[in-house]
């Protein structure tokens, strides 16, 4: 069964999809997980699509969250702010702990990119995540933003247009606003993968949040409970050094795993390896 839902976070009213497993009885209550997308993402992306089906197939119940300002969410549009997230991911885990049909003490996080240093950081700083599974996440933003932009022509023109957008904002209160890709480049050949709503303009203040950004300096708080690390090892949009600086700092049990012949968008790829080793590592970690 998919239900449309509504989750209030600091006053605004966030939109969802929970997917209900079949053959669930009356009054039994299962594991959970919340999927929380990409950078500008929303909840109707292939990799969300994907994870809600597939995580609901297994027996789990699934809620696929857009973040305010995102998709069909409330909030200013594109203004993108990863504590905020975080608030929205701790509300989302209230929601799922109240239903009728979800365990509350078996709630996990599950987000890739953006989504997967939010779901750490959360992870990190609220007990009640039973569980976390982050794909091509990264540990620290200053650092990510800097392999994403590898040249140090390409890093002194992000950083000069950051330190125009503070100067405009001191002097006369105006946000200036920044493309997508001049805040994360991603290759033509990728760029299907943003789609539908997803956004394309972001207030400076985005990146600049980001790049203060660091779920590396929690991670380790998240033991004993277990973490999935996955990451494209060409990842052409977030390089595997985001997870690498993720694994490095957490604790047991951990698992890093660095695949080939998939990209940055591996959830939405149809890949049966990354499937089947989702599949191997929940049987251990987290079964339903």
Same mark, same amino acid.
């Given at each position: 069964m998919i239900e449309e #839902?509504?989750?209030t976070s600091a006053g605004l009213q966030l939109a969802g999809t929970v997917h209900t497993p079949e053959g669930l009885s009356a009054g039994e209550k299962r594991p959970a997980f919340i999927y929380l997308h990409g950078f500008g993402g929303y909840r109707g992306g292939k990799s969300q699509i994907w994870a809600a089906e597939q995580f609901s197939a297994w027996g789990y119940v699934t809620l696929r969250l857009d973040f305010r300002g995102c998709g069909?969410? $409330?909030?200013?549009?594109?203004?993108?702010?990863?504590? $905020?997230?975080?608030?929205?991911?701790?509300n989302a885990i209230s929601y799922m702990a109240s239903r009728d049909d979800v365990a509350p003490d078996r709630i996990a996080l599950i987000g890739s990119s953006y989504g997967g240093a939010v779901s750490v950081y959360t992870?990190?700083?609220?007990?009640?995540?039973?569980?976390?599974?982050?794909?091509?996440?990264?540990?620290?933003?200053?650092?990510?933003?800097r392999t994403q932009h590898?040249?140090?022509?390409?890093?002194?023109?992000?950083?000069d247009t950051l330190e125009r957008g503070r100067k405009l904002k001191a002097d006369t209160g105006e946000t200036l606003m920044m493309?997508?890709?001049?805040?994360?480049?991603i290759p033509e050949h990728l760029r299907h993968n943003i789609d539908g709503p997803s956004i394309m303009e972001f207030p400076v203040d985005t990146p600049l949040a980001t790049m203060e950004f660091r779920p590396k300096d929690v991670i380790a708080d998240i033991a004993p409970r277990p973490i999935l690390l996955l990451h494209a090892a060409g990842d052409g949009v977030t390089p595997a050094n985001g997870s690498l600086e993720l694994y490095g700092n957490a604790g047991n049990p951990t698992e890093l795993h660095l695949l080939t012949g998939v990209d940055h968008f591996m959830f939405g790829e149809g890949s049966?390896?990354?499937?089947?080793? #989702?599949?191997?590592?929940?049987? #251990?970690?987290?079964? #339903?």
């Open positions: #839902v509504k989750i069909d969410s $409330e909030g200013l549009r594109g203004w993108v702010l990863p504590l $905020e997230q975080v608030e929205d991911a701790q992870a990190g700083i609220d007990k009640r995540v039973a569980a976390v599974i982050s794909q091509g996440g990264w540990g620290d933003g200053a650092n990510r933003s590898p040249t140090d022509a390409d890093w002194q023109t992000f950083t493309h997508r890709y001049d805040i994360v480049p049966p390896r990354v499937t089947n080793l #989702v599949k191997d590592w929940l049987d #251990v970690y987290f079964p #339903v």
